[in-house]
């Protein structure tokens, strides 16, 4: 919570410095400023609880999100075919989504729950509902959403170690910015609107218009202020002019604001535009954090009597990786639609309470030891009690 709260205190900081009037204005907060919309939840955890066995109400929603999917799919199915988005990307599944990339992000979401579903309680019902959700997924031909799930999976077989995520973060990182610098044409203003890329394949002009004109022109506002960015939702606005300090703060100047859904398709580099390296690395160590914290809770969920919460950390651990390599692709860390189902979910797990009334003493699991059960405590507990029952 600490590492979220810093992030969302310099959010305001840089709004209020650039432009304050958007705090109140809906449009704001319905796209440049839909990072308040996704997080809230989480914030909202702190103020509330419940004793709700988490494994069971996520299993109960995965089978319905699934289920409630599938006559939208059986139709799409019947229209188009399996394999029609190769000949004609357009016509891809979208769900109940306007925006495929959307659609991709959340069913993507859902299959990281479905997974976390099926560790915990293997069973065919899960498993058949699993498969159906990655043909879903796959229809949506939403590339980066189908990245992150396949990235997800490897991260979980091998073992899911912290130097694993390290190493990915820094990739997704260096590899954003690397592809911005090369694709940078030192007589181009990136500052400016126009561009002009065309392709008949539109999954491919898609890409293009990202890699040869988004992408720069994230990278050339990063480089007007290194540290701190040009100020948060400032990547679509008209900005006439830039006062540098050093080479390392930039002051806009001249500056139309326009809220509108136009962004880097890259969240580590729209970041890096609008706050700069320490609001990149504010954000990195919160998922950080959250993943670390996930993964020991979904650990001591399976040691510890009453794992009614292992589902809930498990997802959180893997849609967080999930999430972080579709970053790369899309504007996905602050998208609703990505977002939401992971910080309710958190949000969940934050009011959670022992199913039973709490008992004195430290919290306890349980291990075998040849033919007897023992009891074991935490450090700094009773010393260990034999409980022979069977």
Wanted: net charge positive; glycine share 8%; aromatic share 14%.
């Amino acid at each position: 919570m600490s590492a979220l709260t810093a992030f969302t205190l310099f959010v305001l900081v840089s709004t209020l410095l650039y432009d304050p009037r958007s705090l109140i204005e809906f449009e704001f907060y319905r796209r440049d400023g839909n990072f308040f919309v996704s997080y809230a939840p989480i914030f909202a955890g702190c103020l509330y609880a419940h004793r709700w066995d988490l494994n069971k109400v996520l299993r109960t929603f995965f089978i319905f999100a699934v289920a409630i999917n599938v006559p939208p799919y059986a139709y799409y199915i019947l229209q188009n075919g399996l394999l029609s988005i190769f000949t004609h990307p357009d016509n891809s599944f979208g769900s109940y989504f306007i925006a495929r990339n959307a659609a991709g992000g959340f069913l993507a979401m859902l299959f990281c729950l479905g997974t976390a579903c099926y560790l915990q309680k293997r069973g065919k019902l899960i498993l058949a509902l699993l498969a159906m959700n990655g043909l879903m997924l796959f229809s949506t031909y939403s590339r980066g959403s189908l990245l992150g799930a396949l990235v997800m999976l490897p991260y979980l077989y091998f073992g899911r170690k912290r130097w694993m995520l390290g190493t990915l973060m820094g990739c997704l990182v260096a590899g954003s910015v690397a592809i911005a610098f090369i694709h940078t044409e030192p007589n181009v203003n990136y500052m400016g609107y126009s561009f002009n890329i065309h392709n008949q394949d539109a999954k491919v002009a898609n890409l293009d218009t990202r890699s040869e004109w988004l992408w720069p022109r994230a990278l050339a506002y990063f480089r007007q202020s290194p540290v701190v960015g040009l100020g948060f939702g400032s990547y679509d606005d008209q900005i006439g002019r830039v006062v540098s300090y050093f080479d390392l703060l930039g002051i806009p100047s001249d500056v139309t604001v326009e809220h509108s859904d136009s962004h880097a398709h890259n969240s580590y580099l729209n970041l890096l535009a609008e706050m700069g390296v320490v609001g990149l690395g504010l954000m990195l160590n919160f998922f950080w954090k959250l993943i670390e914290w996930s993964r020991r809770g979904a650990a001591n969920a399976a040691l510890m009597a009453g794992v009614q919460n292992f589902v809930a950390f498990r997802f959180v651990e893997l849609a967080s990786v999930c999430l972080l390599v579709m970053a790369a692709t899309e504007h996905r860390l602050v998208s609703p639609s990505n977002v939401l189902i992971l910080s309710l979910v958190i949000s969940l797990l934050l009011a959670s309470r022992p199913l039973t009334a709490a008992t004195s003493g430290p919290p306890v699991y349980r291990t075998r030891r040849g033919d007897a059960t023992i009891t074991r405590q935490r450090r700094g507990a009773a010393p260990l009690v034999p409980n022979n029952r069977p």
